[in-house]
Protein backbone atom coordinates (compact mmCIF):
# COMPACT_ATOMS: atom_id res chain seq x y z
CA UNK A 1 0.00 0.00 0.00
CA UNK A 2 1.19 3.21 -0.72
CA UNK A 3 1.97 5.59 2.62
CA UNK A 4 0.29 8.16 0.55
CA UNK A 5 -3.15 7.14 -0.60
CA UNK A 6 -5.46 7.28 2.71
CA UNK A 7 -8.24 4.17 1.94
CA UNK A 8 -10.69 5.40 4.42
CA UNK A 9 -12.41 8.26 5.34
CA UNK A 10 -15.06 9.74 7.45
CA UNK A 11 -18.54 11.20 7.25
CA UNK A 12 -18.80 14.67 9.98
CA UNK A 13 -21.38 12.42 11.58
CA UNK A 14 -18.82 9.54 12.38
CA UNK A 15 -16.21 12.17 13.09
CA UNK A 16 -18.38 13.44 15.63
CA UNK A 17 -19.51 10.29 17.18
CA UNK A 18 -15.40 9.54 16.93
CA UNK A 19 -14.66 13.18 19.12
CA UNK A 20 -17.31 11.94 21.66
CA UNK A 21 -15.36 8.55 22.07
CA UNK A 22 -12.33 9.71 22.01
CA UNK A 23 -13.27 12.14 24.86
CA UNK A 24 -14.56 9.71 27.06
CA UNK A 25 -12.02 7.18 26.42
CA UNK A 26 -9.00 8.63 24.93
CA UNK A 27 -7.25 7.87 21.88
CA UNK A 28 -9.01 4.50 19.91
CA UNK A 29 -8.17 2.61 16.99
CA UNK A 30 -10.14 1.13 14.81
CA UNK A 31 -10.22 -2.28 13.01
CA UNK A 32 -12.61 -3.94 10.44
CA UNK A 33 -14.79 -6.22 10.86
CA UNK A 34 -15.03 -9.93 9.49
CA UNK A 35 -17.65 -8.91 7.45
CA UNK A 36 -17.50 -9.23 3.22
CA UNK A 37 -19.85 -6.81 2.10
CA UNK A 38 -20.65 -3.00 2.46
CA UNK A 39 -22.66 -2.92 6.35
CA UNK A 40 -19.98 -4.43 7.86
CA UNK A 41 -19.46 -2.41 11.50
CA UNK A 42 -15.66 -1.40 11.84
CA UNK A 43 -15.24 -2.03 15.93
CA UNK A 44 -13.41 0.75 18.07
CA UNK A 45 -11.09 0.12 20.67
CA UNK A 46 -8.94 1.90 23.28
CA UNK A 47 -5.69 2.47 21.85
CA UNK A 48 -4.19 -0.31 24.18
CA UNK A 49 -6.90 -2.66 24.02
CA UNK A 50 -6.44 -4.39 20.54
CA UNK A 51 -3.33 -5.81 19.49
CA UNK A 52 -2.40 -4.94 16.16
CA UNK A 53 -1.15 -7.77 14.42
CA UNK A 54 1.64 -8.79 11.28
CA UNK A 55 -1.45 -9.66 9.03
CA UNK A 56 -3.39 -6.40 9.58
CA UNK A 57 -3.19 -3.08 7.19
CA UNK A 58 -3.22 0.35 8.18
CA UNK A 59 -5.95 1.89 5.82
CA UNK A 60 -4.96 4.99 7.09
CA UNK A 61 -6.94 7.17 9.74
CA UNK A 62 -9.76 9.21 10.48
CA UNK A 63 -9.84 11.78 13.27
CA UNK A 64 -6.28 10.93 14.78
CA UNK A 65 -7.19 7.48 14.60
CA UNK A 66 -5.75 4.56 12.81
CA UNK A 67 -7.76 2.13 10.96
CA UNK A 68 -6.87 -1.06 10.47
CA UNK A 69 -7.88 -4.28 8.71
CA UNK A 70 -6.79 -7.83 7.93
CA UNK A 71 -4.90 -8.83 5.33
CA UNK A 72 -7.32 -11.52 3.78
CA UNK A 73 -10.09 -9.01 4.01
CA UNK A 74 -7.75 -6.21 2.30
CA UNK A 75 -6.80 -8.90 -0.50
CA UNK A 76 -10.50 -9.19 -1.37
CA UNK A 77 -11.21 -5.22 -0.91
CA UNK A 78 -7.73 -4.07 -2.64
CA UNK A 79 -9.49 -1.54 -5.13
CA UNK A 80 -11.76 0.16 -2.11
CA UNK A 81 -11.19 2.85 -0.14
CA UNK A 82 -13.68 2.89 2.92
CA UNK A 83 -15.96 5.60 3.90
CA UNK A 84 -17.23 5.09 7.72
CA UNK A 85 -20.53 7.28 8.93
CA UNK A 86 -22.92 6.73 11.64
CA UNK A 87 -26.41 4.85 11.47
CA UNK A 88 -29.06 4.14 14.32
CA UNK A 89 -28.40 0.96 16.69
CA UNK A 90 -26.04 -0.69 18.72
CA UNK A 91 -22.33 -1.13 17.69
CA UNK A 92 -20.55 -4.28 18.18
CA UNK A 93 -20.64 -6.13 21.82
CA UNK A 94 -16.97 -5.25 22.37
CA UNK A 95 -16.54 -1.73 20.02
CA UNK A 96 -16.70 1.33 22.01
CA UNK A 97 -19.79 2.88 20.00
CA UNK A 98 -21.66 -0.13 21.57
CA UNK A 99 -24.69 1.32 23.55
CA UNK A 100 -24.85 4.80 22.22
CA UNK A 101 -27.82 3.64 20.04
CA UNK A 102 -25.77 4.70 17.22
CA UNK A 103 -23.00 2.71 15.63
CA UNK A 104 -20.55 3.30 12.93
CA UNK A 105 -21.52 1.57 9.42
CA UNK A 106 -19.14 1.22 6.69
CA UNK A 107 -19.36 1.91 3.15
CA UNK A 108 -17.12 1.91 0.36
CA UNK A 109 -16.06 2.61 -3.08
CA UNK A 110 -13.97 2.19 -5.93
CA UNK A 111 -10.32 3.47 -5.71
CA UNK A 112 -9.03 3.91 -9.37
CA UNK A 113 -5.30 3.21 -9.79
CA UNK A 114 -5.03 2.43 -6.30
CA UNK A 115 -2.91 -1.16 -5.36
Not at 100 to 114: A, D, K, N, V, W
Request: hydrophobic share 35%; aromatic share 8%; charged share 20%.
Amino acid sequence: MSESLNRVSATPEALALLAEIQAEHGPVLFHQSGGCCDGSSPMCYPKGDFIVGDQDVLLGEIGGAPFYIGAAQFEVWRHTGLVIDVVPGRGGMFSLDNGRERRFHTRSCLIRGGT
